[in-house]
């Protein structure tokens, strides 16, 4: 599954390479999110609206997808769509779906009823939102600014939240140990490892 700048969410084919479906919109697609057993679409981006694909129904256009909860300006989110999460079901999040936007909101909503449940607002701008798994279950990992934040993704607690030195990219807990953390830069080409519950750099 891939958004793109092209207004469409596309289904690729890992095998042969060719597009099997599309799916049109009216702006740029900037995050979609599958659930794990293939039959439903997630997409947002710059129309600011979150969409639910079913992928066993023949619609492709974006009026055929239902729509989560809008506010008065008939949109998800006050500014840009950046990234949509679907969990996977660890610890009861088969339901939960996180969005992250341009407006420095981090909204939880449930698949079944489209609504929201929970929401967060960041100090900084936002820079990324990823899944991570692990034996500590199923996060959220949020960089705004220099800020590191991992969260969990079914009970919306944040777990652990650093300002580092240099601002992360994106970040990600070891899955096994979760006593370390890889993180990205936004000044630099670096990639360095963290400790989980200090910040030191370990390399």
């Known amino acids: 599954m891939t958004g793109s700048a092209d207004f469409s969410a596309k289904v690729w084919d890992t095998y042969t390479g060719e597009c099997v479906q599309t799916y049109s919109h ?4 900037r995050s979609v999110a599958v659930n794990h057993a293939g ?4 997409t947002g981006g710059h129309e600011k609206k979150l969409r639910l694909f079913d992928l066993q129904k023949a619609g492709t256009s974006a009026d055929d997808a239902q729509l989560f909860k809008t506010n008065d300006q008939g949109t998800t989110h006050d500014g840009v769509i950046r990234s949509v999460v679907l ?4 610890n009861g999040a088969e339901n939960v779906v ?3 936007a341009e407006d420095k909101l981090i909204q939880w909503w449930d698949l079944r009823t489209l609504e929201p449940v ?3 607002t960041l100090d900084e701008p936002f820079v990324s939102m990823d899944r ?10 949020i960089t705004a600014g220099k800020d590191a934040m991992f969260v969990d993704l079914a009970s919306h607690e944040v777990a652990k939240k650093h300002t580092l030195d240099v601002a992360p990219s ?16 936004t000044a630099d080409e670096w990639v360095r490892v963290y400790d989980y519950n200090t910040a030191e750099v370990l390399e």
């Open 26 to 29: 009216n702006h740029i697609v």
């Open 39 to 42: 039959t439903q679409l997630l």
């Open 87 to 90: 969990g996977r079901g660890t």
């Open 98 to 100: 996180v969005t992250a």
């Open 118 to 120: 929970h929401e967060m």
């Open 132 to 141: 991570c798994t692990g034996t500590f279950g199923e996060y959220i990992t």
């Open 170 to 185: 994106s970040v990600y807990l070891h899955p096994t140990q979760a006593d370390r953390f890889v993180a990205g830069s």
